[in-house]
């Protein structure tokens, strides 16, 4: 499952270094299908931050990595 994630975080990567930030995959919990990730650069500052997570990493990764139940956003 964690290569599926890296290649799917991957996908998105692109979109995110365009606008000077990043995501990088904290933890997984495979028994229960939850995925910490953390906006880095300018997206983790970013007053759309919550959008970016919801609207577009964890859309992206529940669509390419179907076993994933929660994306959560990891706290500095």
């Known amino acids: 499952m964690k290569e599926k994630i890296e290649a799917s975080l991957e996908s998105i990567r692109t979109m995110l270094q365009g606008h000077g930030g990043d995501v ?6 495979e028994d229960k299908g939850i995925v910490e990730v953390s906006l880095q650069g300018a997206c983790a500052g970013c007053p759309h931050a919550a959008e970016t997570m ?11 990595v179907p076993e994933i139940q929660e994306v959560r956003a990891a706290m500095a």
């Open 24 to 29: 990088q995959l904290v933890s997984l919990d």
């Open 54 to 64: 919801k609207l577009g990493v964890e859309a992206k990764l529940r669509e390419d």
